[in-house]
């Protein structure tokens, strides 16, 4: 979905965008709602995002669909800026800031990095997802394996030690 930018009227546009788009070979669901807003030679962009991703648990590795929502608020400056001095300005000014050139705006690009800067580094199928035995690879959200029992947390290791010198 591209946005032409000298059509913006005064009062902005809103943006419906719902669509399977692709990003490193994963499609994907995304549904925003855009307000995109054209003051002066700066073109905002403020409203919602959702993604459905495909998201692999950390604990048990098991694939699941995760949602992603994020707040979008990004302020688009026209690349010539870049070369001007107040570059360093506006970096600091705004942490979401970013670029555009010519007259074309691609809001898909931008939905696609949104998402990407908010996939969770460590997602969980469940928070109480106890995940595989680091000894013989079992699920244990499907049951116990046989180890579970023989081996004790090593930081219990030495109270272990301890009760046992008591008792002898
Ligand atoms: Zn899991
Ligand atoms: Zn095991």
Known sequence: MKIIIPDIPKEGID???QETIT???APFAI??????????????????????????????????AGDVSVPVDVVYHPVEELKGEDYHEIESEELDSD?????????ISLLKEQ???NIPMKPLCNDLCRGLCPNCGADLNE?????????????????RKLLKERKE
């Open 99 to 107: 670029f555009y050139s010519g007259d074309e705006l691609d809001l």
């Open 15 to 17: 943006v419906d965008i």
């Open 115 to 117: 998402v990407a800067l």
């Open 31 to 64: 549904h925003a709602r855009l307000k995109v807003v054209k003051i002066g030679s700066e073109i905002m962009v403020k409203g919602n995002l959702k993604a459905e991703v495909e998201l692999q648990c950390s604990r048990c590795l098991k694939k699941f």
């Open 143 to 159: 049951s116990p394996c046989s180890c579970s029992m023989k081996n004790i947390d090593p930081r219990f290791e030495e109270l």
């Open 23 to 25: 990003s490193d070979g």
